[in-house]
């Protein structure tokens, strides 16, 4: 099984700041991540899928990218809306694993 | 918009059973992969098991392997999830999810989540 490892739990953010969340997977999944958006009481959203491609209806300040198995999700300018939970998940090999998911609050 | 509609949860005892149902409309259900994923109390997510466009193809969380079983009927558009010897440990919200990619039996990531059914295994 891929363990999908996410860095910070939890990261502090001034609205208007940068956010910058890693993922690092346990062995190489190539390009197969995708990263979701979670809100309290609301079901995952897609933000991210093939690494660095955003999904649709996605703003363009969130951005993906990946070095070998380290993948990152940048939020350029914190609007306030995008304080949720983030998990990222690998898709390249059974069984699919989720990340343990970084919670950007408010600073 | 695509729609997805879980129903089925609902308290149960250890070692019972529940058959766990999520209702698709506005897309064509019969040419997508289709998944469940489940979130226990303040947790994060967990993959639960996936199903091929065709059905033909199944896979399992190896924590559920063996009680659970996936099958999808798209003569109703419907998946479901039967699960079965259910233990304390599979409280959680269920969400149906859909596979982004059309056909094929790669890309398992999901643009579409229905909004969750509560399951409670306690005595």
């Known amino acids: 099984e891929i363990v999908m490892t996410q860095s910070p739990a939890t990261l502090s953010v001034s609205p208007g700041e940068r956010a910058t969340l890693s993922c690092r997977a346990s062995?190489?999944?190539?390009?197969?991540l995708a990263w979701y958006q979670q809100k309290p009481g609301q079901a995952p959203r897609l933000l991210i899928y093939g690494a660095s491609t955003r999904a649709t209806g996605i703003p363009a300040r969130f951005s993906g990218s990946v070095s070998g198995t380290e993948f990152t999700l940048t939020i350029s300018s914190l609007q306030s809306e995008d304080f949720a939970v983030y998990y990222c998940q690998q898709y390249d090999n059974w069984p699919l694993t989720f990340g343990g998911g970084t919670k950007v609050e408010i600073k | 918009e695509v729609q997805l509609l879980e129903s089925g949860g609902g308290l149960v005892q250890p070692g019972g059973s529940l058959r766990l149902s999520c209702a698709a409309t506005r897309f064509t259900f019969s040419s997508y992969g289709m998944s469940w994923v489940r979130q226990a109390p303040g947790r994060g997510l967990e993959w639960v098991s996936a199903?091929?466009?065709?059905?033909?193809?199944?896979y399992y969380a190896d924590s559920v392997k063996g009680r659970f079983t996936i099958s999808r009927d798209s003569s109703k558009n419907t998946l479901y999830l039967q699960m079965n010897s259910l233990r304390a440990e599979d409280t959680a919200i269920y969400y149906c999810a859909k596979k982004s990619v059309i056909g094929s039996i790669f890309g398992y990531y999901f643009d579409y989540w229905g909004q969750g059914t509560l399951v409670t295994v306690s005595s």
């Open positions: 062995q190489s999944v190539s390009t197969n």
């Open positions: 199903i091929s466009f065709t059905g033909d193809s199944t």
